[in-house]
């Protein structure tokens, strides 16, 4: 996969809820416009009647979803969810909403993020003798709320928010309602917006924008929301927990059109861009973005420099996020068939080479030799995020330590191993003051979690080999 240099998505989620209009059309929508979170499956579920009926699948939105069987999921409440493994296989059965019948009712459940106790809660569900269906941390959520539903329906989910761990935005169908939750850290996001009467939840604001709805507030860390026909509702568990969103959002993630915590993340990766400048200056002739992801950056960072920017290399815009070589290893053919060089404007220029992140270096490596084949004098490689040091464990698939170059090389050993003619990263602190705040989990760059993670020995428990 071409994608596979970079750090994977985690997963979308969206709801709908309304008291007269049907919203199984405003779902598919809204998931479309979060595709990019996750394009291993895809699934809607909506309430019609007493009955909970689900439709999902392996693909992306338009491969599982059609006319026909859209307009067997008519309803005026629902859930959606695109997903991208980061715990659990990429099977069928895997594929959420995740739909469960129990004594006391119904429930669907989707779900971004990673839960860093789930192996210790799957062992005490199964030795209560709950049978678990499928491998996703997710369903370990819908087990638990069902567990302790004999408390009612806002204690059972404040109940099971104790007792979880790690990251999660939640979607559920539940007692003719909508509820979305987010972790007590809000790493990852999720927000509330409304159309006529309609309400929605939704893990970014662009989805919100497709079908017309206004946005109006995120959803704040550890509180639930609760839609019904009485309005919105609001409850939140104690915690002194601090706020710490995930800056790969602003980074890379989020689509450049969402806003998240208030701050529009294309402006976000304006300014890394602006302050990639400031940090690192480089005499050169032409500014070149890494099409799509290091556009943002680069017009910030021209800005900043007075280095006029230009379409140095071209996207193929019809190979697809998933593309695969014809011969695997033969990599540097799909580099090519994706992104090619303009000889005609890098030739005998100095480029400042502008990309959002460098994981194991290879892609960059690659475009590197392909600009000065194509005529650069000179290739600068600026990028607008410090080096990626550590693993994720909190919704984000992170290659394995001794594959991230940032945890093997120093930057100059990287800027020869590329082939560069000079190499920089933006700092941490530039990064905080890009998304304008300090209290961000940028754990990835500085190891520093926002909670413990389970360790055996030296290794943490979901470290890769």
Do not use: W
Not at 76 to 100: D, L
Not at 287 to 301: E, F, H, L, Q, T
């Amino acid at each position: 996969m071409y994608n596979s240099v970079k750090l994977k998505e985690e997963c979308g989620v969206f709801g709908a809820f309304s008291l007269n209009t049907p919203i199984h059309d405003h779902i598919y929508y809204g998931l479309q416009a979060l595709q990019h979170r996750g394009q291993e499956s895809a699934g809607i579920a909506v309430l019609q009647g007493t009955y909970v009926n689900c439709i999902k699948d392996k693909g992306l939105v338009t491969d599982v979803f059609s006319k026909e069987n859209l307009n067997n999921l008519i309803g005026n409440v629902g859930i959606g969810h695109v997903r991208y493994s980061t715990t659990g296989n990429n099977e069928a059965c895997n594929a959420q909403p995740f739909v469960a019948n129990f004594r006391d009712g119904y429930m669907a459940l989707a779900h971004n993020g990673n839960l860093i106790n789930a192996v210790e809660l799957r062992q005490e569900l199964e030795n209560e003798g709950r049978i678990l269906q499928t491998t996703s941390d997710s369903e370990i959520i819908l087990h638990l709320i069902a567990k302790y539903y004999k408390l009612g329906l806002v204690e059972s989910l404040k109940k099971t928010m104790n007792m979880i761990k790690g990251s999660y935005a939640l979607a559920i169908l539940m007692e003719d309602k909508l509820i979305g939750i987010r972790d007590i850290n809000g790493i990852r996001p999720l927000c509330i917006g409304k159309k006529d009467d309609i309400y929605y939840i939704s893990s970014e604001s662009c989805a919100l924008d497709v079908i017309g709805a206004e946005l109006i507030r995120d959803v704040e860390p550890g509180e639930i929301v609760i839609i019904d026909k009485e309005g919105l509702r609001s409850f939140k568990i104690e915690t002194k927990a601090a706020k710490m969103p995930c800056v790969f959002e602003y980074i890379y993630f989020a689509r450049p059109d969402s806003v998240l915590e208030g701050m529009s993340v294309y402006k976000a990766r304006y300014e890394m861009g602006k302050r990639l400048a400031l940090e690192s200056h480089v005499d050169a002739d032409l500014v070149v973005p890494v099409p799509d992801s290091g556009v943002p950056a680069s017009r910030g960072y021209s800005y900043q420099s007075c280095i006029p920017i230009g379409e140095g290399l071209i996207k193929n815009k019809y190979i697809g996020r998933t593309f695969i070589c014809p011969e695997q290893k033969d990599r540097e053919i799909g580099v090519r068939i994706k992104l090619n060089v303009l000889k005609e404007l890098v030739k005998d220029k100095r480029i400042v080479l502008i990309d959002d992140s460098i994981v194991r270096g290879t892609t960059m490596k690659r475009l590197v030799a392909q600009l000065k084949k194509g005529g650069a004098k000179e290739v600068h490689v600026r990028i607008s995020s410090p080096p990626v040091k550590y693993s994720c464990y909190f919704g984000i698939d992170t290659p394995t330590k001794k594959e991230l170059v940032g945890a093997t090389m120093t930057v100059q050993e990287i800027c020869d191993y590329i082939g560069a003619d000079s190499l920089n990263f933006l700092s941490v602190e530039g990064l905080r003051k890009s998304v304008g705040k300090k209290n961000i989990c940028a754990a990835c760059f500085d190891g520093v979690y926002p909670m413990e993670v389970p360790k055996e020995g030296n290794k943490y428990l979901f470290e890769k080999k």
